[in-house]
Structure formats: C-alpha cells, structure tokens
C-alpha cells in the first residue's frame, strides 16, 4: 500500500468515512487533536486502545513514518504503537485500512492489554472498557487522550490518580460542540497548569452559549 505519512486528519477522516465498519470511528477533530498532541509531545512509546478498523491508528501511524526523515531533536529512541483491539474482523479491517510504508516491525498488535516494556508516554483510548490497568505505567509527563465522551474511563483514571500523581485535564470540541476529545497531562509544568485552564473556561463558554442557543452539547456528529 501507498504510506500515509502525507496524509492530513481530514485526508484521514475522509477515506476511513468510506469504509465499512465506520460508524464508530474518530472524528476529524479528535484525529486532529491527536496529531498536535504527538508532535509537541513526541513519545517514543505510544499504545492505542482500541485500534478499531483504523481510523486514529493512521494518525499514530503517521506520526511514526515522519521519523524517516530524520529524528526529533534531541531524540534517540524511535517510537514504538501498540494497537489493542479484540475484535477479529476490526483486526483483519485494520491491516487492511491503515497505509504505511517502513514501520511494520514497529506496531505491536494485541487482543488484550498488557503492560509494555517501558513506561507508556502517549495513551489513546479510543475504546476499552473501565480497567484502570491502562493507566498504571504511565511515564513522567505522559499524554492521555480519550476520544469522544467515555466519562466513565476518565473517571477511572482521576479516581487513581488525584491526590498520588499531579495532573491536568480539559476536554475540547469542535465548533458544532458535538463530540471531541479529552486530553490530560501527567506532571505538568505551571505554565501548563495555566494553559489548561485557559481551555476549560473556553471550552466552557462556548458550551454555554451553545445550550443557551437551544444546541446539543456532546453528541456524535453524523457523517
């Protein structure tokens, strides 16, 4: 298959829309949040849980084929993705769908979670169910990114975490408010802290004025 490294999230978004299997894939706004997430992060260690028939799985994909070109800076390590999925036809599906051209023997695919051998630095839940396994071995300063609502997950994870680890969270939608994304920052600097803030009373702003106009807030916009 052709790679996909040149392919924007709307590019993405677009070809996996047409597949089959695409009823419950990521929005184009989540795969766009995830793609700035990775480059301002740039983890070496990345797992996805639930890869599904692709769709966010081409973003981390592309993420790794950009390496090609040369390492990050001050980077040494090349990135690794673990594609969780249990399902058997979205396995077939997802090697099937997702385009890449030299990083095969970097993409781990599993039935189940399991604990990798490094600290994770870039977690995707992008299905899954309410285990807090996924967050037990999460590295200094890594990145959670949990596509669409899944409150209960997140739930999961601040339960484990507050008061032990110190960490950030916001959750961002599009301008249509329907669903986005929630992102959280283990270990974060002050400017951060102050960053996130911003984007909460944004968010909630723009969520405010939505129900005041009568709109629906957080709901899966239809393709």
């Known amino acids: 298959?052709?790679?996909?490294?040149?392919?924007?999230?709307?590019?993405?978004?677009?070809?996996?829309?047409?597949?089959?299997?695409?009823?419950?894939?990521?929005?184009?706004?989540?795969?766009?949040?995830?793609?700035?997430?990775?480059?301002?992060?740039?983890?070496?260690?990345?797992?996805?849980?639930?890869?599904?028939?692709?769709?966010?799985?081409?973003?981390?994909?592309?993420?790794?084929?950009?390496?090609?070109?040369?390492?990050?800076?001050?980077?040494?390590?090349?990135?690794?993705?673990?594609?969780?999925e249990p399902d058997e036809w979205c396995y077939h599906a997802w090697h099937e769908n997702v385009r890449m051209e030299a990083w095969p023997l970097a993409i781990r695919w599993s039935t189940e979670f399991y604990e990798p051998d490094e600290a994770i630095d870039f977690l995707v839940i992008d299905g899954g169910d309410t285990r807090g396994d996924y967050y037990a071995n999460l590295a200094r300063r890594a990145v959670i990114l949990w596509e669409g609502g899944r409150r209960e997950q997140r739930r999961v994870f601040r339960a484990m975490w507050k008061g032990v680890r110190p960490f950030v969270m916001a959750t961002c939608r599009p301008a249509d408010r329907s669903k986005g994304y929630t992102v959280a920052l283990m270990e974060p600097t002050f400017g951060e802290r102050a960053w996130f803030i911003g984007v909460r009373m944004r968010e909630w702003i723009l969520d405010a004025l939505a129900r005041a106009s009568g709109r629906a807030i957080g709901k899966r916009r239809t393709m």
Do not use: K
């Open 1 to 84: 298959m052709a790679g996909g490294a040149s392919m924007t999230p709307a590019d993405v978004h677009a070809r996996f829309a047409a597949l089959p299997g695409s009823e419950q894939i990521a929005s184009e706004f989540a795969l766009s949040g995830a793609r700035w997430w990775l480059r301002r992060r740039r983890p070496t260690c990345i797992w996805e849980v639930g890869g599904g028939i692709g769709c966010l799985s081409q973003v981390l994909v592309n993420y790794l084929e950009s390496w090609q070109n040369g390492p990050f800076p001050r980077q040494t390590a090349y990135p690794r993705l673990f594609v969780e």
